[in-house]
């Protein structure tokens, strides 16, 4: 019986600190600085990049527009408009990467995809939709600056 007691109140204690562990930390500074909903969400535009219908730039001309294309996700990045993006790995889809901007609307995601260079010379093109997810998501880069010990 006293075994019995003694495992209970193990398991108890256990129980109630790991439900005080899991209990919300809602940060109402942070939410609103982030403009999340009471879920802690928010609108962004998710974009899909594939490989666009220029089938004929040279590699020169290629590799310039693509270092055109990374320096205006820096710059994108910077100004907070575009909180993720990344190239995917080799794939039969024609699937190049992904962009997620921190805007609502097409229109204006429309707008930020047409200063990719890459783009705006059709050697990718981009897929828009609107998309709902985390409004904790824009932090991403500051955390990615102290994750990558080398600059892309």
């Known amino acids: 019986m006293k075994k019995s007691i003694l495992i209970f109140a193990f398991l108890f204690l256990n129980v ?3 439900a005080q562990e899991t209990e919300s930390k809602y940060d109402e500074k942070l939410a609103k600085s982030l403009n999340a909903d009471e879920y802690g969400m928010k609108k962004y535009v998710f974009c899909l990049l594939k490989s666009g219908t220029n089938k004929t730039a040279s590699k020169e001309e290629t590799k ?3 270092e055109g294309h990374m ?3 820096g710059k994108l990045a910077k100004e907070g408009k575009l909180v993720v993006a990344g190239p ?3 794939n039969d889809r024609n699937y190049r990467g992904i962009y997620i901007f921190n805007v609502e609307t097409i229109e ?3 707008a930020l995809v047409a200063t990719d260079p890459a783009i705006q010379a059709k050697l990718l093109e981009a897929e ?3 998309w709902y997810s985390s ?5 991403v880069t500051k955390i990615h600056e102290k994750v990558a010990k080398t600059k892309m």
Do not use: D, S, Y
């Not at 409004?135 to 932090?139: M, P």
């Open 108 to 110: 204006e995601a429309t």
């Open 16 to 18: 109630a600190g790991f």
């Open 64 to 66: 310039k527009l693509f």
């Open 71 to 73: 320096a205006n996700i």
């Open 88 to 90: 995917f790995m080799k």
């Open 128 to 130: 828009l939709t609107p």
């Open 135 to 139: 409004a904790a998501l824009q932090e």
